[in-house]
């Protein structure tokens, strides 16, 4: 391998390898439910669970949704 190729063939690999690092849940935890608070942009998103996707205002308003979904039980998921 040439000179120059070999420090771009490194720094591909490197990036390969750092990029899924920075999907996902954008360094937040996800909760039970499977979302977590937005803090850059506000509300409340879902990663996983039966609202993945989705977002939301506040995780109240997850709560609400997920409260009619269950026909107005307002039980947590269980884990």
């Known amino acids: 391998m040439g000179a120059i190729r070999k420090p771009i063939f490194i720094l591909a690999c490197a990036g390969l390898v750092a990029a899924p ?11 039970k439910y499977g979302c977590h608070k937005n803090r850059s942009a506000g509300g409340y998103h879902c990663h996983k ?13 997850m709560l609400k949704a997920l409260a009619r979904r269950r026909g107005g039980t307002g039980r947590p998921l269980q884990e």
Do not use: N, Q, V
């Open 49 to 61: 669970g039966p609202f993945a996707g989705r977002a939301f205002m506040s995780k109240d308003e």
């Open 21 to 31: 690092a920075g999907a996902g849940a954008h360094g937040d935890s996800l909760d």
